[in-house]
């Protein structure tokens, strides 16, 4: 059931840092038709991420999950991961991707521009919800 991974993007400043997450569930729905009204995406993603309590924050895929504020503070960004929704924030790419964190500039559109223009399974985190009672977050993403 959740035998699925997405790599999540976070950017901080001109620098994206990728977080494998393995063990997730993904629900894509591929829309077809004219785009809903405000958005320019028909596809819609839903990321189930179990975690597990710590006492530093939720643990998943090795990382310690920090609200986007705290998660920008950080000293070590690598260590922790967020799910920041809104324009530069977090963008979702299906499947595991090692990759280190690279400068925003190496894309000349810009990183998200160009895994949307190139992958098919590229998203923009739109929301994000915390359950504690069947410890997960709930990601949607166009």
Known sequence: MFADAVT????????????????????LRRGSGPAPIGTGRKDEL?????????PE???MG????LPPK??????DPERY??????????????GEREEAPAAEESWPEGFY??????EDGAFALTAAARYD??????????
Do not use: K, M, S
Not at 46 to 54: A, E, K, R, Y
């Open 62 to 65: 090795g990382r310690i999950w």
């Open 8 to 27: 999540v993007y976070n950017r901080l400043g001109d620098i994206w840092y990728p977080a494998a997450l393995r063990g997730v569930q993904v629900r």
């Open 70 to 75: 705290a998660w920008r503070a950080a000293e």
């Open 57 to 59: 924050g939720p643990w």
């Open 133 to 142: 009672a069947l410890p997960h977050f709930e990601l949607t993403g166009r």
């Open 81 to 94: 991961v967020t799910f920041d929704p809104g324009p530069g924030g977090t963008v979702i790419l299906l």
């Open 113 to 118: 521009a160009h895994v949307d223009r190139t």
């Open 46 to 54: 839903t990321v189930l991420v179990p975690f597990v309590p710590g």
